[in-house]
């Protein structure tokens, strides 16, 4: 078994409205995913993930009615062959 976490982060330099993004730090994604490898090639997996808007993209996403933080559950095979 094997804990794997991961975090993801997203920054712009200036705002652009049309893309929905704003200035500074726009997001960051954190999760943490365990994974069984029944074999090296072929592991399953479950996990949960956070999603956060910030700063200038959070007002954007606001007041275009959307949600600026999500948990998600995951889950997956990772193979390779």
């Not at 804990?3 to 730090?25: K, T, W, Y």
Request: charged letters at 25%.
């Amino acid at each position: 078994m094997i804990l794997q976490p991961r975090i993801e982060a997203d920054a712009a330099v200036q705002e652009n409205e049309d893309f929905g993004v704003g200035s500074g730090l726009n997001s960051i994604e954190a999760g943490l995913r365990v994974r069984y490898e029944v074999r090296r090639e072929f592991a399953p997996y479950i996990g949960v993930n956070y999603s956060g808007l910030f700063a200038g993209t959070r007002d954007l996403a606001r007041s275009e009615g959307e949600d600026t933080q999500m948990w998600s559950f995951v889950s997956g095979v990772r193979f390779w062959f």
